[in-house]
């Protein structure tokens, strides 16, 4: 059973650019989660995607967005990169229809280094 | 903003010694949950309490939860080295919605 997978595992960006992250949930779940965590503090909560749809949003700026495919499997993109956006980008999926939501299973995450 | 504080920051222990994290949030919560960060990498699910539950026990590893005094603790019986990591606590505030976390405690278990 393949846990969450996340593509590419590293990333190095120039300010300015655009950057999107992939991420693959579970088996069997069907909401997804993205955080961002900088180095030397935990993560932070970007948005939650399940059905398709955006259900909650961090504090972060629009220049944050996401999709969510019918598979389930997501797309966290990020435009007119900083240098602040240099992070560990992680996934998480959980199975909402199931019940069993609580647990958050994460991925390995991407990192993102901006130059 | 991170709602959890986790306390030690960090914490040196030799290995077959006992390690013990403690973390404070601020709103009232669903449930907590510890997660352990190895270098960087994915987090690792450690364990789940519920706001109901008083104690949980997984292996080496029990969690308190007092949710009058809004902390939560993380004991780790017989250290060994492969503990050392970074651990977090999060907290669900209404069951499936998004974690929040604290700042963590990073662990070294000297052999």
């Known amino acids: 059973d393949a846990g969450v997978t996340q593509s590419p595992t590293h990333l190095i960006k120039t300010r300015g650019q655009q950057v999107t992250l992939r991420c693959s949930p579970k088996s069997g779940h069907d909401t997804v989660s993205w955080y961002q965590q900088a180095l030397g503090q935990g993560p932070q909560f970007i948005f939650q995607?399940?059905?398709?749809?955006?259900?909650q949003r961090g504090n972060f700026p629009d220049r944050f967005s996401g999709h969510q495919f019918p598979n389930y499997s997501s797309e966290l993109n990020v435009n007119a990169l900083l240098l602040g956006d240099s992070a560990l980008y992680l996934c998480?999926?959980?199975?909402?229809?199931?019940?069993?939501?609580?647990?958050?299973?994460f991925g390995p995450g991407t990192r993102l280094t901006v130059t | 903003s991170q709602q959890g504080e986790e306390d030690p920051q960090a914490l040196s222990i030799q290995e077959g010694e006992n390690a013990t994290m403690n973390c404070s949030y601020k709103?009232?919560?669903?449930?907590l949950q510890w997660y352990r960060q190895n270098s960087g990498r994915g987090l690792v699910h450690l364990i789940l309490?519920?706001?109901?539950?008083r104690e949980k026990h997984s292996g080496r590893l029990r969690v308190t939860l007092d949710t009058s005094k809004k902390s939560s603790s993380l004991l780790i019986t017989a250290s060994r080295a492969a503990d050392t990591a970074s651990y977090f606590c999060?907290?669900?505030?209404?069951?499936?919605?998004?974690?929040?976390f604290g700042e963590g405690t990073q662990l070294t278990v000297n052999p």
């Open positions: 995607y399940y059905e398709e749809e955006e259900r």
């Open positions: 999060a907290t669900d505030e209404t069951s499936g919605s998004r974690l929040t």
């Open positions: 709103t009232s919560i669903n449930n």
């Open positions: 998480a999926s959980s199975p909402l229809l199931r019940g069993g939501w609580d647990e958050q299973y």
């Open positions: 309490i519920r706001s109901n539950e």
